[in-house]
């Protein structure tokens, strides 16, 4: 499986189509991210699709090609609170007038809970997860995208699911706290 | 299971629930493919697409026979690193066109045209273009257009990509009239300015376009448009292309004068503040010029237009304003008047119960303001604004089509399944939402049962005819509760306090206008939902527009 940096380099050097593959590898983490702010399914099918052509175009500006994943995210984040300042503007010129207009659907709150963790791994980590949980890759698999050492992934994962766990657990607890109080 | 395995288990979850459409990738390939043909930059430097040199390279896309010439024409104009156009109009554009009667003036006379299109630092796509007195500059996503002779500066804002969907719309245009026949001819090829140049030309009802390309380089070199009417032809447009001139660093430098009126538009965001900043003059109007007055039409002074306008209240919350205008290129007609601006809520002055005769849809109101004391009864304040254009409305009770939907009791699936009923029309292999036929669908949004069947009856009426079917809802399905504004102060309050996803029941709503989708819409919402059309005559009152006697 081609890493990333060798698929830009493709890409730049004109062969466009390979550009696929990065889109396939990382939708469903740009679209987590974009989701987490926009809070809007629909919408973030549009943040995520705005930032991967929006990544498209300036790719060859992008210095570190490892680090596509998470330059990628950036955008999505960007574009996404932009999409969001946007929606609310909107909505506010509508005013009476618009009340019978509501967004699409939002995540379930379970969900968003476990995004907004998810957003707060470092940048390796929330890449890794994504790779190995919403696009179903192997380990070795992620090695060969990302061009680390098997085992630095396995770290990797490892701390993130360490990470989760643990602010999960507290989360947890924190609700517990306020029921019985 | 521990709590690590929980914790992967619920990670896959959330990977299933990321899941887009299964065509993401190929949506965002379609958008690459754009970006990444020749004629991107000639796209993005050809700011103004307004200017008939857009129409020029728009026809030239579907008029030239061979694709090969096409590319080989856009791969010249993708060299080129400025484009210069220069002749004369007798239709001078302005993007704010309707500041009192000067066009009307200036469009008996011919006016030179100088325009230019070059990437300015950061590649950003610039232009300047002057018809007569009219000068426009775009810099990226700035546009502003200063009138001279009326002294107004016009400020917009918009996305450069739009260029590039503003050209796609037009190349849509052009094809849409080839399917309706309008005639091509391809003319003689023949020698100008030492070039061999070939023609093509195009004709549309009164309307006749010539487009001459270089026979060598496949670059467009002039365009003229005519209009034939009842005497000699009339040529509306005379333009010539130049490429790789050095733009004058008077072109570069321009900015348009402070002027005595601004305007705003597009994207901008003092769109709102200039709207509201007028609601504020005209309480203060009403209470100079109208005193004691219920309702009264106030002109508008300058005469003033906007690009966003809506009914609102005045910030004394005293007076309601209705903006009897529709946007700066139109003039509120009586269809308009009553489906934007009368027939908003429910009740009995819903869409359904109107009835305007045909030849009245299209009268125009002359651009006013609407004011009335906040509690005006409706049909006061719309009998006065329809007396000022020699109309009324009377009441007649009839008989009218009822639909009582009724649910058979089954189990709703959830809403992520059930989906209108023809998919959404997709071109150059994406999906293009917001264009419709009967069937697709058109909220873009998820709907609750409440919404499918309010927009069923809107749409089935939607004709102004008052002859479309009523609906009823017996479903006995679960409603959301109003909003209340006094209560959430966001639609995102309201939504989490009644758990509005409970009411939803479809990804998006269809579009089932006129008599010819009514099979359809019914054999959908027996499929989807197990909702059934009981079809009734009952009495209704129709409220009916009519000349005044």
């Known amino acids: 499986m081609p890493s990333d940096q060798e698929v830009i380099a493709q890409v730049l050097a004109g062969q466009t189509d390979a550009y696929a593959l990065l889109v396939s590898r990382y939708e469903r983490l740009a679209r987590a991210a974009a989701i987490r702010i926009v ?7 549009d943040v995520a699709q705005e930032a991967f052509v929006a990544a498209f175009k300036t790719l060859s500006s992008l210095r570190d090609r ?21 929606d609310r503007r909107r909505r506010s010129i509508g005013g009476d007038l618009n009340a019978r207009t509501p967004a699409a659907a939002p995540p379930s709150s379970e969900m968003l809970e476990l995004l907004e963790f998810v957003e707060q791994l470092p940048d390796q980590e929330r890449v890794v997860i994504g790779l190995k949980h919403f696009q179903g890759c192997s380990v070795q698999e992620i090695a060969e995208i990302t061009g680390r050492p098997v085992g630095t992934v396995t770290k990797q994962l490892s701390r993130a699911r360490q990470r989760l766990h643990d602010w999960l657990t507290q989360e947890h607890h924190k609700h517990e706290r306020i029921q019985r109080s | 299971m521990n709590a690590f395995n929980d914790l992967e ?12 459409p299964p065509c993401f990738v190929d949506q965002v390939m379609a958008d690459v493919a754009v970006v990444r043909r020749p004629q991107r930059r000639w796209l993005r430097a050809a700011g103004g697409l307004a200017l008939a040199a857009s129409l020029l390279i728009a026809a030239a896309i579907w008029l030239t ?30 993007k704010w066109p309707l500041e009192g009667t000067v066009r009307q003036e ?13 990437n300015g630092e950061d590649r950003r796509p610039r232009s300047y273009e002057r018809f007569g007195p009219v000068t426009l500059v775009r ?38 009239l080839r399917k309706e026949g309008a005639a091509a001819d391809e003319l003689e090829t023949r020698n100008a300015d030492g070039k061999t140049i070939r023609g093509l030309k195009f004709a549309r009802g009164e309307r006749i376009e010539e487009y001459w390309f270089d026979a060598k380089t496949n670059l467009p070199t002039s365009y003229a448009r005519r209009r034939l009417g009842n005497s000699e032809p009339k040529t509306e447009f005379q333009l010539r292309f130049a490429y790789d001139e050095q733009v004058p660093a008077a072109v570069a430098a321009y900015r348009p004068p402070q002027a005595k009126h601004v305007r705003y538009g597009g994207k901008h965001d003092d769109v709102q503040i200039v709207w509201k900043q007028h609601v504020q003059e005209l309480a203060q109007r009403m209470l100079s010029e109208a005193k004691g007055e219920t309702v009264s039409l106030l002109p508008r002074t300058e005469p003033k237009t906007f690009s966003l306008q809506y009914m609102m209240r005045t910030p004394d919350e005293r007076f309601w304003v209705v903006p009897l205008d529709l946007d700066q290129y139109r003039p509120l007609s009586v ?9 908003m809520a429910e009740g009995d002055h819903a869409l359904e119960a109107w009835r305007v005769q045909k030849d009245l849809l299209g009268i125009e109101f002359p651009r006013a303001d609407l004011v009335c004391e906040k509690d005006t009864p409706w049909q006061q304040w719309v009998s006065f604004a329809l007396k000022s254009i020699d109309l009324e409305f009377v009441d007649v009770v009839e008989e009218r089509t009822y639909w009582i939907a009724k649910h058979d009791g089954r189990k709703l699936k959830p809403y992520q399944q059930v989906k209108p009923p023809v998919p959404y029309i997709v071109k150059g292999g994406k999906e293009q939402k917001g264009l419709v036929k009967p069937g697709v669908g058109y909220f873009l949004r ?17 004709d102004l005819r008052g002859r479309g079917p009523i609906i009823i809802d017996e479903t006995g399905l679960p409603r959301a509760p109003r909003n209340d504004p006094s209560k959430y102060s966001t639609w995102e309050q309201y939504r989490a306090a009644v758990n509005y996803d409970q009411y939803l029941v479809a990804t998006d709503s269809p579009y089932f206008v006129g008599e010819e989708s009514q099979a359809l819409a019914r054999e959908w919402y027996e499929k989807e939902f197990g909702v059934t059309f009981e079809q009734e005559q009952r009495e209704a009152t129709i409220h009916v527009v009519r000349r005044k006697p």
């Open chain 2, 9 to 20: 288990e619920r990670l896959d979850q959330l990977g299933r629930e990321l899941a887009g």
């Open chain 1, 39 to 45: 809070r809007d399914s629909h919408a973030a099918d």
């Open chain 2, 65 to 94: 026979p061979s694709p090969s010439l096409y590319a080989q024409a856009i791969a010249a104009l993708d060299k080129a690193k400025t484009v210069h156009v220069t002749g004369w109009t007798s239709e001078p554009l302005r």
């Open chain 2, 446 to 462: 998820p709907v609750t049962m409440h919404e499918l069947l309010s927009e069923l009856t809107r749409l089935q009426n939607d």
């Open chain 2, 106 to 118: 200036v469009s008996e006379n011919n006016v030179p045209v100088d325009a230019w299109y070059w």
């Open chain 2, 139 to 176: 810099d990226g996503a700035e546009l502003r257009e200063y009138q001279s002779d009326v002294d107004l500066l016009f400020v917009s804002k918009g996305l450069p990509k739009d260029y590039v969907e503003r050209f796609s719309s037009l190349s849509a245009v052009l094809e849409m």
């Open chain 1, 66 to 86: 490892s680090s596509f994943a998470g330059w990628l995210l950036g955008i999505v984040r960007r574009r996404a609170a932009t999409a969001l300042k946007n």
């Open chain 2, 335 to 343: 269809k308009d008047f009553i489906r934007v601006r009368v027939s």
